[in-house]
């Protein structure tokens, strides 16, 4: 699937250059382009990265950036980021937003505004989003509308913004009436996905981040899902070469099934494999109980089990994700919600296409596929007999 050229493949391979001194690092970064026409980008991904200043200044149109990070993240890499920027000529100004998903609102997003107007930032100011999905699209957002675009650029820190939010151009805010409802499509120049800052991510945000990474194994990619079976305990051990091929792997098809569908009219549905239930589990739980990742686990296994009882895959198969998701310590048993609780949410869902609620279903592990013919008795049967009630403390 790897193309020698951005047409071909429409991602290629680049060559890397590194000013990184220790070798056996450097031998395993990885870059893939993003190819969306004259808005196509790189994504670095491996060890040390963020010492690389050569990695961002060819993307700057000013020696001049504004940093948007949390009161988490901040501590542990603005200090450096600005110092190696410094270290080129490159003025930083920073923005540090309070951390959590409830932050990821207007009032906060005019906060970022507030920043760049006081300091005359210009449409040429770049502005650098340091941290997870939160920061990203926060940032990402900002940037689209600030003096009606600027530059941006990200520096993803957790797993689950490496593997998916810094893939596909979606910035955005929540409204207290829905979450990511208000936003816009914006593509970064560049993004760079520093393994090293996963060494300071809580476990259970590691985790929650491999349950995307799974999700890209089993809709699209049987290989990378055996390559997950064989390396899990590499990627929880926080493995640089592991992580740098799994990060590799999944925005790989992620760039792909992107490319292909842009503004998600047909193939991009595909990522939400586990997402309708997931979304229900997270709203049904009370948001910020689950992780996503946690959500979306326990959520393809309802898909799966759906799979199962309308004849695609086999009860092995069920078993085979149930045990990958285990060891990359995810819940797998969705929580006994009541089935009734289970359809009012899943029908609020923004899946919902004319009407019908469409899901996406395992034909085989690695292909995955979108209906909406699904036997309601069926699906009511997995609610209810494919859960439990285990509640997650
Ligand atoms: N734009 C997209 O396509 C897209 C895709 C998926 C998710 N998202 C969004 O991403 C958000 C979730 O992202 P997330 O899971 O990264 O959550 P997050 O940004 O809230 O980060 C999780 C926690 O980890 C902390 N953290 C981040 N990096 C760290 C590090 N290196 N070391 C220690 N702590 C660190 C954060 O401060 C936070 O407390 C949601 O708002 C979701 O809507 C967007
Ligand atoms: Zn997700």
Redesign the pocket.
């Known amino acids: 699937m790897l193309g020698s050229d951005a047409s071909a493949g429409r991602i290629a391979r680049q060559p890397l250059q590194s000013s990184c001194h220790d070798a056996n690092r450097t031998t395993f970064v990885q870059t893939l382009t993003v190819a969306l026409g004259e808005r196509s980008y790189p994504i670095h991904i491996g060890p040390g990265l963020l010492d690389q200043a050569a990695l961002i200044t060819p993307h700057l149109a000013q020696p001049r950036v504004a940093i948007v990070t949390?009161t988490?993240?901040g501590p542990?890499y603005l200090g450096r980021l600005r110092g190696v920027l410094e270290g080129v000529g490159v003025q930083s100004l920073p923005i540090v937003l309070p951390?959590?998903?409830q932050y990821?609102d207007w009032a906060t997003l005019n906060r970022i505004f507030d920043a760049l107007l006081e300091h005359r930032a210009e449409r040429k100011t770049t502005l650098i989003a340091l941290?997870?999905?939160?920061?990203?699209?926060l940032t990402g957002f900002a940037a689209a509308t600030y003096q009606r675009g600027v530059p941006f650029i990200q520096v993803p820190?957790?797993l689950?913004?490496q593997v998916?939010?810094s893939v596909?151009g979606?910035?955005g805010i929540n409204h207290p009436l829905g979450?990511?409802m208000i936003g816009a499509f914006w593509q970064p120049r560049v993004v760079l996905a520093d393994t090293d800052?996963?060494n300071?991510?809580?476990d259970r945000?590691l985790s929650?981040g491999l349950a995307e990474v799974i999700k890209y194994g089993l809709i699209r990619d049987l290989p990378f899902l055996e390559w997950l079976e064989a390396n899990m305990d590499r990627l929880l051990a926080r493995d640089a070469q592991a992580l740098t091929y799994a990060i590799y792997q999944s925005c790989r098809n992620k760039a792909e099934v992107v490319a292909a569908d842009e503004r998600e009219s047909g193939q991009r549905a595909l990522l939400n494999l586990g997402h309708t239930f997931g979304h229900a589990i997270e709203a049904g739980m009370g948001y910020g109980n689950w992780l996503?990742g946690e959500a979306v686990a326990a959520g393809t296994l309802l898909a799966a089990e759906l799979s199962r009882r309308m004849g695609l895959i086999s009860a092995g198969d069920v078993a085979r994700i149930a045990d990958l998701f285990r060891r990359a310590n995810l819940p797998i048993q969705a929580p006994a919600l009541g089935v009734e609780t289970y359809l009012a949410h899943m029908g609020v869902d923004k899946k919902v296409e004319g009407g019908r609620l469409r899901f996406v279903l395992l034909k085989k592990l690695g292909e995955a596929f979108v209906t909406a013919e699904v036997p309601e008795a069926l699906l009511k049967a997995t609610l209810s007999e494919g859960t439990t009630g285990l509640v997650r403390t």
């Open positions: 949390n988490t993240v542990l951390d959590g998903e990821k941290g997870g999905g939160v920061i990203g699209d820190t957790t689950l913004a998916d939010s596909g979606k910035t979450k990511n800052t996963l300071t991510l809580p945000e929650a996503h």
